[in-house]
């Protein structure tokens, strides 16, 4: 499985933009970028995931480099809600294993 | 939609007992997963079932660990016998089909504790 690293952790406003990054240099043609975060003492949640283009969701947008060896999650407004572990995922088309890193604690102050 | 429910919450035990932990997909998933989630190894994927037929368990640790999907609203995880370092958190999760489009839905978890 391509490996991802993604900084140990994060701190935001509330009610300001943040930008989750991830790197993935190894990454192949057919790999899809996967987020999921964990909010406290629940199970993974899909956050959302892409393949070149950026997408838009209604919990985030997902920022695709050109070259695929990066991306960034972002939350446009985060809320206190939004503190939650977020992990960024690659899986190949045909994949149905989800490879969980360390992902990004995120920690939103008021 | 329930979502994916799992029983118990909480599991408290000796060393040596059996342990069985359930899983309830969402209704017209076919693939189901069970995860293992540590402080030190982090959330891994133990096992998986498409069609209620087992695809990968090349996560399960040991003979201890066994599962089953008898049909496609229930699966089950057993540890027998249980051990100290099998406490964690046990998520079981669903999905309808296989590929990287589909994203998972996970249960709430079941916290065990094997003293």
């Known amino acids: 499985d391509a490996k991802t690293t993604q900084p140990n952790s994060m701190e935001s406003n509330e009610e300001e933009p943040v930008h989750l990054p991830c790197n993935h240099s190894t990454i192949s043609g057919t790999d899809y970028i996967h987020w999921y975060r964990q909010l406290p003492s629940q199970g993974p949640e899909y956050v959302i995931h892409?393949?070149?283009s950026n997408v838009n969701n209604r919990m985030a947008s997902l920022a695709i480099a050109e070259d695929r060896k990066s991306s960034t999650l972002i939350l446009h407004r985060a809320t206190l809600r939004d503190a939650a572990v977020y992990y960024c995922i690659l899986r190949p088309e045909y994949g149905n294993k989800l490879v969980f890193g360390a992902g990004t604690i995120l920690r939103v102050k008021s | 939609d329930a979502g994916v429910i799992q029983s118990p919450r909480h599991e408290v035990t000796e060393m040596g007992q059996e342990v069985t932990l359930r899983c309830k997909p969402i209704?017209?998933?076919?693939?189901l997963f069970w995860y293992r989630q540590t402080m030190m190894r982090g959330l891994e994927l133990l096992i998986y079932f498409n069609n209620n037929v087992p695809i990968d368990d090349s996560g399960m640790p040991e003979d201890r660990f066994s599962a089953k999907m008898p049909n496609a609203s229930f699966s089950t995880l057993k540890i027998q016998p249980s051990e100290p370092r099998d406490s964690a958190v046990y998520f079981c999760?669903?999905?309808?089909?296989?590929?990287?489009?589909?994203?998972?839905?996970f249960g709430p978890g079941t916290r065990l504790l094997v003293l």
């Open positions: 892409g393949l070149t």
């Open positions: 999760a669903s999905s309808l089909g296989r590929q990287s489009l589909v994203s998972q839905y």
């Open positions: 209704s017209g998933h076919n693939s």
